[in-house]
């Protein structure tokens, strides 16, 4: 498909200091869990992107100074020369692929963790940090300078590792912004007070960086703009002037909204936030500059982007997670090939999975983190040495749509899908329809119309139950089996351990949130107990959803948190604040242990006994694997030469990790024990 005219606008140049970008896609810095610990998944999951099209790849937070050091999250590091090394393969990565690199050079001030240096964080002033509570060092005047230079020293080693970019970091208020903030700065030296004392800081090192590698790199600014009020104390009229007095050493600058506590609502998740959101605020640094801008949003249509630019107020589409959901995004709008953009959910599992220590994962994009270490392509498939044979994948849920696609797209030419249900998609049949995660739909928009374009190679089967006889006859010699997971129909929980004494969900008052959202069954009466021991969405989307429909509420959970799996998404306290909102009640710290139709009682966190009445119980309190059918075929395989299982029906887990599972199978089917992973590289210190 030829491109779109009305795109054109976002395939043009933009010259930025002495570099040029050669489209208006930008990836801004964003966490993956690699660092410079991983250097290698750091620069091939870059260059995977830069091959995709970005004009631009940058890496997450680099540390400039010992005394911003972010242990145990993972993050970059440009102390010394020997870390120089550790950063070049990702500029190379960039470069080979026609993209610039960036870097986010950046100081965290009050909010360094330091686990691993023990030294004390810095900040304008002694006040304790807002995220961790530590109680920082003042900063000398010589601390400044010092830190100032470090920055500087950091800056010329990334130019000469090879990258184009340079940051002057100063969003989610790390030190540069907690100079601008009378909140974290109330200094009563040049350097505070003010607005022109606090801006100073920031300006000096703004003209350091330009006289120090000025004609080499470009010199990019990240400031977060007040949204809705005084974000960290700095107002958007002084977030705007600071702009306008910075601006000669600035060759880019990359707008983002709020602080580092409230990091949620720039990442923010769709439930609460439709792309673009921050546009209301970034768009107005429009009117102190005419130099470049990049803003975010969580943007994936081409139009929005394309209008975004012709408004006038920003030059460049900035994109995190978008670009880790598709790094072939730009490529996929420059080729009109829309259809197979996998659009980002704004789920924020790559935020759970990214952030801390862990490894970047993405539910749209399985191969997301693995680049380097799996050597996953996201758009590339190899040819697969048994792709003759036919396949049956029992199950059209994410685990057996993402295997059958990827099965299609190594070679194979007769995939089977099949389903008893009438429809595939599996648990995305409902989980959409839950309110807020709308766009959690794309999980299974994406992959039916993938399958559609795969018709010939993948034969789609629904309401047919296949039970362990009709798989041995089917014909096929491999079997998939992604037959997934249900709720727990008595209450199965790992807080008891056991099921609850009279829950069981073929009673009136006993309901599973398959049984609400597929089988339309509802409460008896009107006041309901959502009894949530998960606590990620199901619990809370099926109080508000029940909520909506005019019943009485409570939500019980063990933990001390309603939905607290849900904070690591950077969306639990927004959650809880909804729900309540809703009217709907949060009681924390109440373990069920029997269920009547009447009521159910148990204990609070103390041991107290507790009742309370209500008219039904929806048990959300784990998932049961559905592995009947694997376990059936793993004993008797009869004359297949293979059976695997995939996904819920293994282990019941995130969607993300279920997609995962299914399209490492339909990678390494042809491997010698498809049923373990093959090693992945691990990219351990060398021992010199
Ligand atoms: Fe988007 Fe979710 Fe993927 Fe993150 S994990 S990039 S929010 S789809």
Same mark, same amino acid.
């Given at each position: 498909m030829p491109r779109d005219p009305r795109h054109d606008v976002?395939?043009?140049?933009?010259?930025i200091g002495p570099r040029t970008l050669r489209n208006r896609f930008y990836q801004v810095p964003h966490c993956t869990g690699f660092g410079t610990g991983k250097p290698l998944s750091q620069a091939r999951h870059?260059?995977? $992107?830069?091959?995709?099209?970005?004009?631009?790849?940058?890496?997450?937070?680099?540390?400039?100074?010992?005394? !911003?050091?972010?242990?145990? %999250?993972?993050?970059?590091?440009?102390w010394d020369d020997d870390d120089i090394p550790l950063i070049r393969p990702t500029a190379e990565a960039a470069h080979a692929h026609g993209a610039l690199a960036g870097i986010e050079l950046f100081h965290g001030g009050v909010h360094g963790h330091n686990a691993d240096s023990r030294l004390p964080p810095l900040a304008p002033s002694q006040i304790a940090g807002d995220y961790n509570g530590q109680v920082p060092k003042a900063m000398t005047q010589s601390d400044i300078r010092r830190v100032q230079t470090e920055w500087v020293r950091a800056a010329e080693r990334s130019r000469d590792a090879g990258f184009d970019i340079v940051y002057a970091y100063g969003g989610h208020t790390y030190l540069l912004g907690q100079f601008l903030s009378p909140y974290y700065n109330q200094r009563s030296d040049a350097y505070g007070g003010s607005?022109?004392?606090?801006?100073?800081?920031?300006?000096?090192?703004?003209?350091?960086?330009?006289?120090?590698?000025?004609?080499?790199?470009?010199?990019?600014?990240?400031?977060?703009?007040?949204?809705?009020?005084?974000?960290?104390?700095? !107002?958007?009229? @002084?977030?705007?002037? %600071?702009?306008?007095?910075?601006?000669?050493?600035?060759?880019?600058?990359? =707008?983002?909204? !709020?602080?580092?506590?409230?990091?949620? /609502?720039?990442?923010?998740?769709? /439930? %609460?936030? $439709?792309?673009?959101?921050?546009?209301?605020? *970034? +768009?107005e640094v429009r009117r102190a500059t005419a130099k470049p801008i990049v803003g975010v949003g969580r943007l994936t249509d081409a139009d929005q982007m394309a209008a975004i630019i012709r408004s006038g107020v920003w030059d460049l589409i900035g994109a995190a997670r978008p670009s880790i959901a598709d790094p072939y995004l730009p490529r996929k709008i420059e080729e009109g090939r829309l259809d197979e953009i996998r659009e980002c959910i704004g789920c924020n599992m790559c935020v759970v999975k990214g952030d801390g220590n862990g490894h970047l994962g993405c539910t749209q994009n399985a191969t997301a983190g693995e680049e380097y270490r799996r050597g996953w392509h996201p758009e590339r498939f190899a040819p697969a040495a048994n792709r003759t044979k036919d396949v049956l994948v029992v199950g059209a849920g994410p685990a057996g749509m993402e295997c059958a696609i990827v099965l299609a797209r190594r070679g194979f030419g007769r995939v089977h899908l099949a389903t008893r249900d009438t429809e595939i998609g599996g648990i995305m049949r409902w989980v959409p329809r839950l309110p807020g995660l709308g766009e959690w739909g794309r999980v299974l928009d994406w992959r039916r119309i993938q399958l559609e374009k795969l018709r010939r190679q993948v034969e789609i089967v629904t309401a047919t139950d296949?039970?362990?006889?009709?798989?041995?006859?089917?014909?096929a010699e491999i079997v998939v089996v992604a037959t997934g997971a249900q709720w727990s129909p008595v209450g199965l929980n790992g807080i008891t351990r056991g099921p609850i004494l009279g829950a069981d969900a073929r009673l009136a008052h006993c309901l599973t949130p398959e049984q609400v959202m597929l089988d339309g069954k509802r409460p008896p009466g009107s006041r309901v107990v959502v009894y949530d021991c998960e606590g990620w969405y199901a619990g809370a989307g099926m109080a508000e959803l029940?909520?909506? @429909?005019?019943?009485?509420?409570?939500?019980?959970?063990?933990?001390?948190?309603?939905?607290?799996?849900?904070?690591?998404?950077?969306?639990?306290?927004?959650?809880?604040?909804?729900?309540?909102?809703?009217?709907?009640?949060?009681?924390?710290? /109440?373990? =069920? *242990?029997?269920?009547?139709?009447?009521?159910?009682? +148990?204990?609070?966190? %103390?041991? #107290?006994?507790?009742?309370?009445?209500?008219?039904? #119980?929806?048990?959300?309190?784990?998932?049961? !694997?559905? +592995?009947?059918?694997?376990?059936?075929?793993?004993? @008797?395989? +009869?004359?297949?030469?293979? =059976?695997?299982?995939v996904g819920d029906c293994v282990a019941p887990r995130v969607i993300a990790d279920a997609i995962f599972d299914g399209h490492r199978l339909a990678r390494e089917i042809d491997a010698a024990d498809p049923a373990r992973p093959l090693p992945w590289r691990r990219e351990r210190a060398a021992l010199a």
């Open positions: 976002l395939f043009e140049p933009v010259q870059r260059g995977v $992107k830069a091959e995709g099209g970005w004009a631009a790849v940058c890496t997450e937070y680099a540390a400039v100074s010992p005394d !911003s050091d972010e242990a145990p %999250f993972a993050h970059v590091r440009i607005f022109l004392n606090r801006a100073r800081f920031w300006l000096e090192l703004l003209e350091m960086l330009d006289d120090a590698v000025g004609e080499d790199c470009a010199i990019a600014a990240r400031l977060a703009i007040a949204a809705g009020g005084a974000d960290a104390g700095v !107002s958007l009229d @002084e977030g705007l002037e %600071f702009v306008r007095l910075a601006d000669r050493h600035v060759d880019l600058w990359d =707008v983002n909204i !709020s602080s580092i506590s409230e990091w949620s /609502r720039d990442s923010g998740v769709s /439930r %609460f936030f $439709k792309a673009g959101w921050q546009l209301e605020w *970034t +768009g296949l039970d362990a006889a009709a798989v041995r006859d089917y014909g029940l909520r909506a @429909e005019r019943c009485e509420v409570t939500i019980l959970t063990p933990h001390e948190r309603v939905a607290h799996e849900t904070d690591a998404a950077l969306e639990g306290p927004m959650l809880r604040q909804h729900l309540h909102d809703l009217g709907i009640r949060l009681r924390p710290g /109440r373990t =069920v *242990t029997t269920v009547a139709p009447e009521g159910v009682s +148990g204990t609070d966190e %103390f041991g #107290v006994p507790f009742e309370l009445a209500c008219d039904a #119980v929806i048990l959300t309190t784990q998932r049961v !694997s559905d +592995g009947a059918l694997f376990a059936a075929l793993d004993d @008797e395989p +009869g004359t297949l030469e293979a =059976v695997y299982a």
